[in-house]
């Protein structure tokens, strides 16, 4: 709006004034934040509709599940909100930190663990509360190696790829939690891991011979730990089971195939929520974490399915915006970061659709599980952290 003074020569610009909610928001990738909510909420009814006639059936609260990831999404809310509130250039600082606050998590575990599903993975806090370090360590891993590749980034030339000192040290910082975590054992998180691992080296320009001859050692490494027997039996049932669906239909290959009847069952628009047979009889182990995708599959169909997917489509292509936008340490973070989410959610969702063998990894924002939650939210955080100071 302009005013114009007695005086012609005379002119006065007068700016709307910012509201409160537009000062708030500043710096804030706004659609990143709705979208990781509308999975969060999303994920809280398909967790109440795969839990509640169960819950019920076993004389307990129907709606005690979605209470707790109500709860689990507001915790992650205050930790995302803390987390985006950093001063980035304590990077330096914080980021050994919480490598290192991972790495005693694991051996915390190691020591006072107790086994939940075949893997000794979990701290048990008290009233039915426990934490999985693992969930954490993907985070700390991400920002561990963020700090290493930058830390002398100013004494080289621009765009010149990290030195084989600064290389072997990272490849140091992966191989400890990975190896912790296959000690557990738990393959999946140990997946989810190596793949964040992988965009960072990416993301810091480290030579592609490095990063091709990694993937040929990790192949190699796969194959050797089959054959010594690394893995524990029901991880190798379950990969057979991938690669024939119908062997022991009663055992280790139930899971899927009940999945597979409950996808099958939503058709184009799905049963309808809470008017899936699969999900309320509880035909489906784990449907409210591992396999919560057959229950959007069943009572929301191939419409709804498809919508959670476009949803995480969304979420990832904010993250490569502020990517592209950062310098090196915040683009090292934030690629780390979207490969987490992006290999955790095909995976999650491969699975449930047979794609990729059963390996335990939750629907990132989706499943119910505060770890997982707690983790998601700080990286969502950090994420935001980066992109404010990209806009300073």
Request: aromatic letters at 8%.
């Amino acid at each position: 709006m302009t005013l114009t003074a007695r005086d012609p020569r005379t002119r006065f610009v007068l700016t709307p004034p910012v509201a409160p909610l537009d000062r708030r928001a500043r710096g804030y990738d706004v659609p990143l934040l709705l979208t990781a909510l509308l999975l969060s909420l999303a994920g809280g009814l398909l967790v109440w509709a795969a839990t509640r006639d169960t819950q019920a059936a076993a004389g307990l609260d129907p709606q005690a599940y979605l209470y707790r990831h109500l709860i689990n999404l507001a915790v992650a809310t205050v930790l995302m909100f803390a987390a985006s509130r950093l001063d980035w250039r304590l990077l330096r600082l914080f980021g050994p930190i919480v490598y290192l606050a991972s790495l005693f998590g694991l051996l915390l575990v190691m020591a006072v663990g107790s086994t939940v599903n075949g893997a000794k993975a979990w701290i048990e806090l008290g009233g039915g509360v426990e934490l999985q370090p693992s969930e954490f360590t993907k985070l700390g891993l991400i920002v561990g190696m963020a700090v290493l590749f930058t830390r002398h980034a100013h004494e080289r030339e621009a765009e010149a790829p990290p030195t084989t000192l600064e290389i072997i040290a990272a490849l140091g910082l992966i191989a400890v939690p990975f190896g912790l975590i296959m000690l557990q054992p738990d393959l999946g998180s140990a997946m989810v891991l190596a793949c964040a691992a992988l965009g960072v080296l990416v993301a810091a320009r480290v030579p592609a011979r490095w990063t091709l001859g990694l993937l040929i050692v990790g192949a190699l490494a796969a194959v050797l730990a089959v054959k010594a027997g690394v893995l524990a039996d029901y991880q190798l049932a379950r990969f057979t089971s991938f690669m024939h669906p119908g062997h022991d239909p009663l055992g280790a290959s139930y899971n899927i195939n009940q999945a597979h009847i409950a996808i099958s069952n939503g058709g184009m628009f799905g049963t309808g929520l809470f008017r899936g047979p699969q999900t309320d009889g509880g035909y489906v182990p784990e449907q409210q974490t591992d396999f919560v995708f057959s229950v959007a599959g069943e009572e929301f169909g191939f419409v709804g399915s498809a919508l959670l997917i476009a949803l995480f489509g969304v979420l990832l292509w904010r993250g490569l915006r502020i990517a592209r936008d950062a310098d090196d340490a915040g683009r090292i973070v934030a690629v780390g970061v979207v490969c987490w989410f992006a290999f955790q959610t095909f995976q999650n969702i491969g699975m449930n659709l047979g794609l990729t063998p059963v390996t335990g990894v939750p629907l990132p924002f989706v499943s119910y599980g505060g770890s997982s939650m707690f983790a998601q939210g700080l990286a969502l955080g950090l994420l935001q952290a980066v992109r404010r100071h990209s806009s300073e």
